[in-house]
């Protein structure tokens, strides 16, 4: 009797408990992904500068019509933009760096999809099932995923439908993307595999693709940022860093 009177019920009062929500690789590639994301963008938007004109085909220079181009100066005189000054010209160290950068993603994407086919990590937290890609499901998913976010922010044991086809398509379509483009602009590997830039429609047009492949990815990385700001940021970098989330509930 004494111990059931001291002994805290469990019906009523549940200490607080971790649940186990990274893996030690999905935290390591998920913060090696980041630096060289950011690096990338960085860099990227330095290179675009140099020549902020967009081709299609497999030529464009100064003497070609562009497909369009972008109201920014460039930093090089012979690129005509309409401003009376160009900008300083970090074209050298930017694509030494994207060019590291873009490597180390390729290799750390290499080991993630590696462990999420072997460890079954894909099947059982990011691909949707069938009825979560009903039409039902897919018209009322935004507004469910934000009222969960806000009603229970401090949850993160599993993704909703959202999160997971959101994920699916930047690790299986975006990212792939970015980095084919990526690679159908390097002269060296255009001439070891020259049929991964015509399938493109020609080296300008890798460029043009690459471009709004890095915008789509930028766009998620905010809507990603602003998401897990409303989940709760620093549960959730605490639980990428740990690799765990608390979960407490109060004694009632």
């Known amino acids: 009797m004494a111990d059931s009177a001291w002994a805290p019920d469990k019906a009523v009062f549940t200490a607080a408990s971790?649940?186990?929500r990274h893996t030690a690789l999905v935290r390591v590639t998920h913060w090696i992904t980041a630096i060289c994301f950011l690096a990338l963008l960085?860099?990227?938007a330095e290179i675009v500068i140099s020549h902020p004109r967009f081709y299609w085909g497999e030529t464009g220079n100064v003497l070609t019509a562009p497909l369009f181009k972008l109201p920014i100066p460039a930093s090089r005189r012979l690129v005509q933009t309409g401003y009376g000054y160009v900008l300083p010209d970090q074209n050298g160290w930017s694509r030494a760096l994207h060019f590291q950068a873009a490597w180390a993603l390729v290799f750390t994407g290499a080991l993630y999809?590696?462990?999420?086919?072997?460890?079954?990590?894909?099947a059982k937290n990011l691909l949707p099932r069938k009825a979560d890609l009903s039409p039902r499901t897919l018209a009322t998913m935004i507004g469910s995923h934000l009222?969960?976010?806000?009603?229970?922010?401090g949850d993160g044991s599993s993704y909703n439908p959202l999160q997971k086809l959101s994920y699916v398509?930047?690790?299986f379509v975006l990212f792939p993307l970015v980095i084919w483009t990526g690679l159908a602009m390097s002269p060296a590997f255009v001439s070891a595999f020259p049929g991964t830039v015509t399938l493109l429609g020609g080296q300008q047009s890798a460029r043009t693709i690459h471009f709004f492949v890095s915008l789509a990815l930028?766009?998620?990385l905010v809507i990603h940022i602003a998401m897990i700001y409303v989940a709760g940021f620093k549960s959730r970098v605490v639980?990428?860093?740990t690799g765990r989330t608390a979960t407490h509930q109060e004694h009632i």
């Open 239 to 241: 639980a990428m860093i």
């Open 147 to 153: 009222r969960s976010v806000r009603q229970d922010p």
């Open 218 to 220: 930028l766009l998620f």
């Open 169 to 171: 398509l930047v690790i």
């Open 18 to 20: 971790d649940h186990t």
């Open 42 to 44: 960085v860099t990227g």
């Open 113 to 122: 999809l590696t462990f999420g086919l072997l460890s079954w990590h894909f």
